[in-house]
């Protein structure tokens, strides 16, 4: 069984701009798609007894190496869709996709990732220490989760970017079809530089301009080349007792810098900016 979530790309799913994406509205066979649909309920039921579940519009996450440890999801179809999307292969079927921009943006970090792909270490499992992920040259994390009910209309993260150790970043969406609450993702284009603070989050929202949602939606994939100008949000979401159900897809580098939100002098701007505002 094709467990690969890019089985159905083509180059008409795949855009430059504001920043290289690709968006596949039918991911992967409807087949598959309902059986993996079908063990997300053992997903979400696990989230029940956790803290936090009771906080609304939360996003509560297993990362790879403890979804992989637990006994429970031993037999699902997920384990092994985990392992395929952390691997090496995955990873170069998304080089090949995004090859040309990334050259383009990253061309210092095309040239020197293009000259690892036979190291034993190219590749492993994120770890929550960034001194083992250096070691390997990439590293990749699968993260089934979920927002949780919404008991008030809110948006779970305003305008921002990832984290600058992030090369490609993916969201592959289970949304239930009686779910009509929102929590759409909307990707920007910037007039200007832009500023950040705190979780790169943009400071200098008004020079935004929305270039595109992408609707809250079943069996739909977006991955994304991570920079500066990756600008997203997720829409507010409506009073729900349904949950928001998504896998993010990871790659990250702690051995190579792609860019710098110089946080410090941008936390300043931020400070004076709200005096003014005041």
């Given at each position: 069984?094709?467990?690969?979530?890019?089985?159905?790309?083509?180059?008409?799913?795949?855009?430059?701009?504001?920043?290289?994406?690709?968006?596949?509205?039918?991911?992967?066979?409807i087949e598959l798609y309902s059986k993996l649909k079908e063990e997300y309920n053992l997903i979400i039921n696990s989230f029940k007894n956790h803290n936090d579940y009771s906080i609304s519009n939360k996003r509560l996450q297993f990362n790879?190496?403890?979804?992989?440890s637990d006994k429970k999801f031993e037999q699902t179809l997920w384990r092994q869709f985990i392992l395929h999307h952390t691997s090496k292969n995955f990873?170069?079927?998304l080089l090949e996709i995004f090859s040309c921009d990334l050259e383009k943006i990253y061309p210092k970090f095309h040239k020197q990732i293009s000259e690892k792909f036979d190291d034993m270490n190219f590749i492993g499992l994120r770890k929550n220490n960034s001194l083992q992920n250096s070691s390997f040259h990439l590293v990749s994390d699968c993260q089934p989760?979920?927002?949780?009910?919404?008991l008030t209309s809110s948006s779970v993260r305003g305008p921002h970017v990832d984290n600058p150790v992030e090369i490609f970043g993916g969201l592959f969406y289970l949304k239930d079809p009686n779910d009509d609450a929102g929590g759409d993702l909307e990707i920007y284009k910037i007039k200007t530089k832009p500023l950040f603070v705190n979780k790169a989050e943009l400071l200098n929202i008004e020079d935004l301009e929305l270039a595109k949602t992408v609707k809250y939606s079943e069996n739909c994939l977006f991955f994304f080349l991570n920079t500066d100008k990756s600008i997203h949000s997720i829409t507010k979401r409506k009073k729900t007792n349904y949950t928001r159900n998504l896998?993010?897809?990871?790659?990250?580098?702690?051995?190579?810098?792609?860019?710098?939100?110089n946080y410090k002098k941008n936390i300043?701007?931020?400070?004076?900016?709200?005096l003014i505002d005041k």
């Open positions: 069984m094709n467990l690969d979530c890019l089985q159905n790309f083509s180059r008409q799913n795949y855009y430059p701009e504001p920043f290289p994406h690709l968006i596949i509205k039918n991911a992967i066979n790879s190496l403890d979804f992989l990873f170069l079927k989760g979920i927002n949780t009910p919404v896998v993010n897809i990871i790659f990250e580098t702690y051995k190579y810098k792609l860019f710098d939100l300043i701007l931020g400070f004076l900016k709200k």
